[in-house]
Structures are given as C-alpha cells and as structure tokens.
C-alpha cells in the first residue's frame, strides 16, 4: 500500500488514469447500493435476468461497433441495419403457420444475410473506394432507414405468435436461449481480439494505420471484415430485438448506434482506437446502462427520464475518452 501511495504521489498522471479507468466500476458500485436500498425488487435472480434480457440486443451490437471502434473508425448505420432485418425478416414469417422452429430459423437467417450485404457494402465503400466511414455509414444509416420505414409502412409487425414462444425459449427455464447467444458472441469476439492474429492486426490498425502498414498489415483488408462483422452482428441484434419484442416497430434500433458508442467508450474502449477490449469494457458499459435504466423503472420514475439519462451518459462518455486521450 505504501508503494502504491508513492508511485501516486510521484505520478499525478497514473492517479488520474487510475481513476479514469475506475469511475465505471465506482459508479456500478453506486448504482447497485441505492437500487438495493431503494427497492425490494431489485436484488432478485429474476431482475437481473431481466436486465440481461433487455440489454441482450445492445451487447450484440455494441459488440459489433467494438471491431470497428478499435480500428479508429466508426460505424453509424447499425441501428438503421436492425430494423431493416428486422422488418424484413418479421414480414417474411407474419402469415407462417408452419413449423415454429423453421420460422424462427428463417427469421436468423434473413437477419444474418441483411447484416452481412450492410456490412459489405460499408466495408467495399470504405475500404476500397476510400470514402471517409463518417460520411459512408451516415448515408447508409439514412438510405437504411427509409427503407425499412417503406417497408413497415411506419407501422408495428407482430412476431406470429407461435415464433415469438419458440424465441423466447428459456434454457433450465431460466435463462432465454437468446441472452447465451448474446454472451456467447461477446466471448467469441474476445477470443478472436486477444488470440488470433486477426486481433492483434485490429489492434496494430487503431493504433498507427501507417505503421501498421509497414509491418505488411492489409489495412484494407482488416477494416472490410471489421465493417463486415459489425454489419452481422447488428443483423442479429435485430432478431434479437425483434424476438425479444415480438415484433418490429418503427423505433426498433433507434438510437442504437450513439448508445452502443457511448457503452463502449464507458466500458473504457477509446474511440479514437488501438485500446480496448470486448470483456470487460463493452459488456460492462452496456450493462451499467441497462441497470440505470431498470432501476429507474423500477423506481416508478418519469419514462421521459431515461432519454434524458441516455443523452447525459453520451456526454460523459466522449467526454471522458477526450480527457484519456489528453493524459
């Protein structure tokens, strides 16, 4: 301890990285206390698998955005790329009186095909035709939307009833089959960053594209499967949001890629690439969110609360990644 409190001491700048790095685990610390104390419901097995049902689509997602964020970039058209699989693959099923299991497997497989052609063509636009990914995903995000808006007629598509029991199967009827799929990408997303070549490629990319270059890195190359797999993966957040929902509407995915954004860049990723990781920082940021936001519920407070909220953690979010970036 007292070597600690000297290198502190000796290290201003080590103090406040420290408490930089710490806030979020000091703030989840706070959150669990005054919910506890605030209501019975809380501590329960059942909320908290609620609150990992609820965040179950924005950790998919969130870990999707994370491939690109650490290259540096940004993908802004995730949310617009939920809703689009999500409506296509609702609309496909709506009138299904077949087999439940067949439809729910037609439902992954035109989310997955939706977000693999997105994250294609964000990828081809960005990394061979060169646009900047800002300007290329905004438009897309945009196109996406319209599309998906045209397609819903702006309207609520009901899930059939017999698919929306099969999505919400639950294993030892506790945990619903989608939450394991969730964790289960986010654990296989770790597992490629930290042990494969591909990983530590992403990583030589976010932290110097030219040097990472000359070491004879295909920028190109890395940043299209990046775009690619974010494009996936917010394809499956969309069957994920759909199936949990039990239909798509025309908020689904709103928003989704400023939160997952700022879920990340809380867990302690930097936006500005080369630093991160999928476990702890991502799942941990989205579910300091998703507990905010259930406790708040479970509060009776103001549902006008929670954008408001959503908008401040956006905010502290980039604001604390610019102060990693200065120091």
């Known amino acids: 301890m007292a070597k600690l409190l000297e290198m502190v001491s000796r290290n201003p700048r080590f103090s406040f990285q420290t408490v930089l ?3 979020l685990y000091i703030i989840f610390a706070i959150l669990f206390i005054v919910y506890a104390f605030s209501t019975n419901s809380f501590l329960t097995v059942n909320n908290f698998i609620q609150v990992l049902s609820d965040a179950s689509a924005l950790i998919i997602a969130a870990t999707g955005l994370t491939f690109v964020i650490l290259t540096g970039s940004l993908d802004l058209s995730i949310g617009s790329a939920m809703m689009v699989s999500g409506a296509l693959a609702t609309i496909a099923v709506k009138n299904s009186t077949g087999n439940p299991v067949v439809g729910i497997l037609i439902v992954f497989l035109i989310s997955l095909a ?14 061979k035709l060169k646009m900047t990914p800002f300007l290329a995903t905004l438009g897309m995000m945009v196109a996406l939307k319209g599309v998906a808006l045209t397609l819903t007629n702006s309207t609520s598509i009901l899930l059939p009833l017999s698919l929306k029991k099969v999505g919400v199967t639950k294993l030892f009827e506790t945990v619903p089959l989608y939450v394991i799929l969730a964790l289960a990408l986010i654990a296989i997303a770790q597992y490629m960053l930290r042990n494969t070549i ?38 499956l957040a969309g069957f994920v949001a759909v199936i949990n929902l039990g239909a798509v509407t025309p908020t689904t995915g ?5 939160l997952a954004a700022a879920c990340i860049v809380l867990g302690g990723t930097s936006l500005f690439g080369g630093k991160g990781a999928f476990l702890p920082n991502t799942l941990i940021g989205v579910l300091l969110l998703s507990v905010l936001e259930n406790g708040l519920i479970l509060m009776n407070s103001s549902i006008y609360a929670i954008p408001l909220i959503r908008g401040g953690i956006i905010f502290i979010a980039m604001y604390l990644d610019s102060l990693k970036k200065e120091n």
């Open 198 to 235: 591909f990983g530590r490629q992403i990583i030589a990319l976010g932290c110097d594209q030219k040097a990472a270059e000359k070491l004879a890195i295909n920028s190109a190359k890395i940043t299209f499967l990046c775009y690619l797999l974010s494009g996936i993966f917010a394809g």
């Open 114 to 127: 939706v977000g693999i052609g997105v994250g294609a063509i964000n990828g081809f636009m960005i990394a």
């Open 254 to 258: 709103s928003g989704y890629e400023f």
């Open 21 to 23: 790095s710490s806030a």
